[in-house]
């Protein structure tokens, strides 16, 4: 890809939300770290804008047909570095445990390689249900956990009392759950793809290889 051709990616509407995205990143990072109840709001208020900038650029660049290489770089790694990063500010405030968040950096690390690997191989290999379910419980987890603290709400039958916190904590351990299972699927598919494509050449007639 050109180096003008990148410009040109880059100034597209998708392609400038996504660097909003990443724009907003370290403001949430810096109101998770405050730590009251205020700033939490804030920071999943923010949080959440980020995240529907990710529904909102890949509509239009389907839309508007302006899918681009740049942008399908762009956009996973946006969403990885505003994930990862309230992962990692959770953890000085003793809201998550390191070693979640080390299985969870571990996983998205390893998949990456994988998608990497598979496409230097020419492979296509579709994401299973898991990965899914592992992204809606893990947004759905960390926006508990950022909020963190105990509310009282209303439901029409009188007030409870929850406790933000530990309903994060939970929805995070089944989306590390997910995030194992989708991790599985996707190696098993690799694997599958890597023997389909093995048997494909020993059955080939030897006349229609080249070298």
């Not at 996504?18 to 990143?25: G, P, Q, Y």
């Not at 599958?192 to 059955?203: E, H």
Request: a neutral charge.
């Amino acid at each position: 890809m050109s180096a003008s051709t990148i410009r040109e990616d880059i100034v597209n509407i998708p392609n400038v939300l996504t660097l909003m995205r990443v724009a907003l990143i370290p403001i949430v990072a810096m109101f998770i770290y405050f730590g009251d109840p205020l700033s939490c709001v804030i920071a999943v208020v923010l949080f959440g804008v980020a995240s529907f900038t990710d529904w909102v650029d890949g509509y239009l660049a389907r839309k508007l047909n302006l899918v681009s290489m740049t942008g399908k770089f762009l956009d996973p790694l946006a969403d990885k570095l505003l994930v990862m990063t309230a992962l990692v500010m959770l953890i000085p405030l003793g809201r998550l445990p390191a070693w979640i968040v080390i299985v969870i950096v571990a996983r998205e690390i390893s998949i990456s390689s994988l998608r990497s690997l598979a496409a230097g191989e020419g492979l296509i290999i579709a994401a299973g249900e898991g990965g899914k379910f592992k992204t809606a419980f893990q947004m759905l987890g960390l926006v508990f956990l950022i909020l963190h603290f105990s509310y009282e709400v209303n439901y029409g039958m009188g007030p409870v009392l929850l406790n933000f916190h530990a309903i994060g904590f939970w929805l995070l351990a089944i989306s590390v759950f997910f995030s194992l299972w989708s991790a599985w699927e996707y190696f098993w598919g690799f694997l599958k793809a890597i023997g389909t494509r093995g048997d494909d050449a020993a059955s080939a007639d030897p006349k229609d290889l080249t070298i």
